[in-house]
């Protein structure tokens, strides 16, 4: 079982920055695939980034493409995802999720584990 902590979320304006973490529990977070999604009020909710178990590999959704970056510490069971020049377009509530699977995940279906939120507001 992994449980999974988000924080890093604040209220913020147009071309700031935020790094939110996700905090893991588990022994297995270091073999595991994790994701950023979001979801904003009355969206589904989409993949934002990705990174395979051992950080070497990454993807980001166009939308946050050169903006946002997804890293990992795997001696600190944490999941980052640095987000740079941010844009009301960009508020939602992010969630962290784990997969047991090792690549990179882009589907929602493969992810096993969700953490609990945290909201991200961008104002103009």
């Known amino acids: 079982q992994v449980q999974l902590v988000e924080s890093g979320g604040g209220s913020v304006q147009a071309g700031d920055s935020l790094r939110l973490s996700c905090a893991a529990s588990?022994?297995?977070?270091?073999?595991?695939?994790m994701g950023w999604f979001r979801q904003a009020p009355g969206k589904e909710r989409e993949l934002v980034a990705a990174?395979?178990?051992?950080?070497?590999?990454?993807f980001s959704a166009d939308s946050v493409k050169g903006r946002f970056t997804i890293s990992r510490a795997n001696t600190k069971n944490t999941v980052y995802l640095q987000m740079n020049s941010l844009k009301p377009e960009d508020t939602a509530v992010y969630y962290c999720?784990?997969?047991?699977?090792?690549?990179?995940?882009?589907?929602?279906?493969?992810?096993?584990?969700w953490g609990q939120g945290t909201q991200v507001t961008v104002s103009s």
């Open positions: 999720a784990a997969s047991t699977l090792r690549g990179i995940v882009t589907q929602t279906t493969p992810y096993n584990y």
């Open positions: 588990g022994r297995m977070f270091s073999s595991y695939a």
């Open positions: 990174i395979n178990w051992s950080g070497t590999s990454t």
